[in-house]
């Protein structure tokens, strides 16, 4: 992929006016890209919170470090000061689709606020995008139809607790779909695992962790070619603990077996293992058996 300079997006309304499309409140937007006219296609960032729905293919999206064509009815979402964009030399296309903006701002004090952060699919890749079914597709829809009908009523007291409530629903509504395709996808998903599996029981098999440190989860992530939060859902979907857990049980494993050996002390082996001090060995040993490596090793 070509260096190119990235176009910062400041604004909900500066949005709109790309696209032609009217503002009807400073901190949220629904886009009809049907009424829009061809937009000059740029790696952008973007100040606010971006879901695009494409319904059609088009083009060769990069989005981190992955590039991504598009199928139709697939959702998309952007948290703020993410790089997205269709490189194509800045040539215009008439996108399809819809698009649902909102600013932080929008959000601050709110239950949704506070919890953005659980709607971890905003720091997915774009190659881990939600697929949807029609049925799902109408529903989206349906969710955009009624914040846009908000957005067209004056302005009271209520207006922005039922907008925002509107996108809640929305977000929810997304969870469930993607845990939907995660169960759909599972025999990729099964494949992922073993390879984790393996990943973990090489790293701690070689000098990785006295080289390199402690297993983390962003390293397993990265060679799997999936964004950590992704990863870290698909784990725990699929074995009900986190990925980190996962790695904390393996390496107890592999340290159960070089407490036994006596030519090993408790400090060497905690070095051994990517601990940069013993006690914190020790902390998570017993944290996890009920004893701590030196009692372990004289009941066994």
Not at 24 to 38: E, G, N, Q, Y
Not at 84 to 108: E, W
Not at 111 to 127: A, P, R, T
Not at 177 to 203: A, P, S, W
């Amino acid at each position: 992929m070509e260096d190119q300079e990235v176009e910062k997006v400041n604004s909900v309304s500066d949005y709109n006016k790309m696209v032609n499309n009217e503002t009807l409140h400073p901190l949220v937007s629904v886009v009809d890209f049907a009424k829009s006219d061809p937009i000059c296609q740029y790696r952008r960032t973007y100040t606010f919170y971006t879901v695009f729905l494409k319904d059609v293919i088009c083009g060769d999206m990069h989005y981190g470090k992955h590039s991504y064509d598009y199928q139709e009815g697939t959702l998309v979402f952007i948290a703020p000061g993410q790089v997205s964009g269709v490189t194509n030399g800045g040539n215009p296309i008439q996108p399809g689709g819809y698009a649902l903006l909102f600013h932080p701002d929008l959000i601050k004090g709110t239950n949704l606020g506070k919890n953005i952060n659980d709607y971890s699919f905003f720091s997915y890749d774009v190659h881990e995008a939600l697929h949807l079914s029609e049925k799902e597709r109408e529903i989206v829809l349906e969710c955009f139809k009624n914040i846009k009908l908000e957005l067209e009523q004056s302005i009271d007291k209520h207006s922005k607790s039922l907008i925002v409530n509107n996108i809640e629903l929305f977000l929810n509504y997304c969870m469930r779909f993607y845990d939907r395709q995660f169960i759909t996808r599972d025999h990729v998903n099964q494949g992922v695992i073993g390879k984790f599996e393996n990943l973990v029981d090489d790293y701690l098999k070689s000098d990785h962790p006295k080289n390199i440190g402690f297993p983390m989860v962003n390293y397993f992530a990265e060679k799997l070619n999936l964004s950590a939060n992704y990863f870290g859902d698909l784990i725990k979907k699929e074995l009900g603990v986190s990925a980190q857990e996962f790695i904390h049980n393996k390496l107890i494993d592999v340290a159960k077996e070089q407490i036994l050996n006596p030519s090993k002390s408790i400090s060497e082996i905690s070095y051994d293992l990517g601990f940069k001090y013993p006690q914190h060995f020790t902390r998570l040993f017993k944290a996890k058996v009920g004893v701590s490596p030196s009692e372990y090793k004289i009941l066994n």
